[in-house]
């Protein structure tokens, strides 16, 4: 149980190498591992409902946590009405506290 | 009881993605929880504390210097040094030497210190947990 953080910044829609880290979430979570992604820049676009349901509603079905960082969903117009069920609104001090206890940690 | 500390590497040149503002705002909020930080600034990074950059005014929009307050990462770099300092929490900045002479950017703001890849190994080394931002 390493506790992997992924830390998605790219718009899934971009293309195939975008959507790469949900893949490996999804792996992982299926290996047993704990697995927390952490939306920020444009890859907030995914927690948008009525879209963003393929890449998360799967992942957060197996138990991983999804936070959303809060400035970069005000920066593109995204409200928490408007978000994919079970995505956490959560401010970039909660992605330190996971840094901060040493789980291993991939940018996208 | 050891200190936490995290190291960031940056590989991105300011004003062009925003990485670099991720970066600083993930600083930011690491000192004020009480973390230390070391940051190892590579290839483009290391322009991000270059103290010669300048706000600019905006002619397009009809503002002066003063009105278009544009901002610098330097000045953000420095307002972090800062910080660190008033909280008692140590922010390591150093900028790769290599990277520093191909750019031409030998004149940081005050607090940011020339180093070597085998800094970026002793920080990783000394490090609770190290997260690089790539380019892309």
Request: charged share 20%; with cysteine; glycine share 8%.
């Amino acid at each position: 149980m390493a506790g992997y953080v992924l830390i998605a910044a790219r718009d899934p829609w971009e293309g195939g190498d975008s959507q790469q880290v949900f893949e490996l979430a999804g792996s992982l979570a299926a290996a047993r591992d704990e697995v927390t992604i952490y939306l920020t820049e444009n890859g907030v676009l995914a927690a948008r409902a009525d879209g963003g349901e393929r890449f998360l509603t799967p992942l957060l079905a197996a138990g991983v946590s999804v936070f959303a960082d809060p400035f970069a969903l005000e920066e593109r117009g995204i409200s928490r009405e408007r978000m994919v069920t079970g995505v956490v609104p959560a401010a970039i001090e909660r992605l330190v506290d996971l840094l901060a206890q040493g789980r291993p940690a991939l940018w996208y | 009881m050891s200190r936490t500390v995290l190291t960031l590497v940056l590989n991105d040149p300011p004003y062009e993605s925003a990485r670099s503002t991720t970066a600083l705002r993930i600083v930011d909020a690491a000192i004020r929880r009480g973390v230390d930080v070391n940051v190892f600034a590579y290839e483009g990074a290391v322009s991000l504390s270059f103290a010669r950059q300048a706000p600019h005014a905006n002619a397009v929009h009809g503002r002066d210097v003063q009105a278009e307050d544009h901002p610098t990462t330097k000045t953000w770099i420095a307002a972090l040094l800062a910080l660190a300092r008033e909280r008692a929490v140590k922010l390591d900045w150093v900028n790769c030497g290599p990277c520093i002479d191909e750019r031409g950017v030998d004149d940081s703001v005050l607090g940011v210190r020339r180093g070597s890849p085998s800094d970026l190994w002793s920080f990783a080394n000394g490090s609770t947990n190290t997260l690089v931002i790539p380019t892309r």
